[in-house]
């Protein structure tokens, strides 16, 4: 398949996935009701080390940058509440099956709860699909939260310091928090995401500094296939 094909392929897969157009979009999140809490084989290639290309710092207007920073800034995520018990169980019932498939890489299940219920609030409320961004981290840096990549890009989501200066609060550090890490690297993709118009195959080029070049593009949607297992609700 030519990569005229293959972007094309991508592109419908991501209208498929129903990515919400903008932050301030509604989203697939947008009806529920949430509690505050406490601060509490391509993929396998990928995974295998941290494999971040390098995001390329560019230009930001301000309006984009103080919608970036105000992004980032927000708290930690809150709790799930659900209005029918339906949807708690699908939720839990997700929670269990990624939690089997997450027991790989993190061997405590209360560390692998905390991870997965932070990526499921992450990704939604950059109005992601959760399973997109789990295969990015896979692929990213095998769920290592530590990972430092040889152009420096730092955590889980091989997020690049120079975003804690532009959008944060300039301390790099934190990029290896979980819930900062997090955040970052799904305001990013979102940011990407609408930069290229909702192509994900640029978007994901871009985010890894590989912009219209496949192979990282195809890695990410292979480990992405893998969660489609564990489908949240």
């Given at each position: ?30 009806s ?38 105000a ?21 839990v ?44 981290i ?22 690049m ?7 944060g ?30 192509d ?34």
């Amino acid at each position: 398949m030519n990569s005229g094909v293959q972007r094309r392929a991508l592109l419908r897969a991501g209208a498929g996935l129903g990515l919400a157009p903008c932050l301030g979009s509604a989203a697939p999140w947008a009806s529920l009701a949430w509690k505050s809490a406490g601060a509490g084989a391509a993929g396998l290639l990928w995974a295998s080390s941290a494999q971040a290309g390098a995001q390329v710092e560019e230009p930001l207007a301000q309006s984009v940058r103080s919608a970036l920073s105000a992004a980032v800034a927000d708290a930690a995520p809150p709790r799930p509440a659900f209005d029918r018990p339906d949807d708690r169980s699908a939720y839990v019932l997700w929670l269990g099956r990624a939690g089997q498939r997450l027991q790989r890489y993190k061997s405590e299940a209360h560390v692998r709860t905390e991870f997965l219920e932070a990526v499921w609030y992450e990704s939604r409320r950059a109005g992601l699909e959760t399973e997109l961004v789990l295969g990015l981290i896979q692929v990213e840096s095998g769920f290592r939260k530590y990972a430092i990549s040889s152009a420096g890009a730092r955590g889980y989501m091989q997020v690049m310091p120079f975003w804690s200066r532009l959008i944060g609060d300039g301390d790099v550090s934190r990029l290896f928090h979980m819930q900062t890490n997090l955040r970052f690297g799904c305001t990013i993709l979102r940011h990407y995401l609408d930069i290229e118009r909702g192509d994900l195959f640029l978007a994901l080029g871009r985010y890894n500094g590989s912009r219209g070049r496949a192979p990282y593009p195809d890695a990410v949607f292979a480990a992405r296939r893998g969660w489609m297992s564990g489908r949240t609700p």
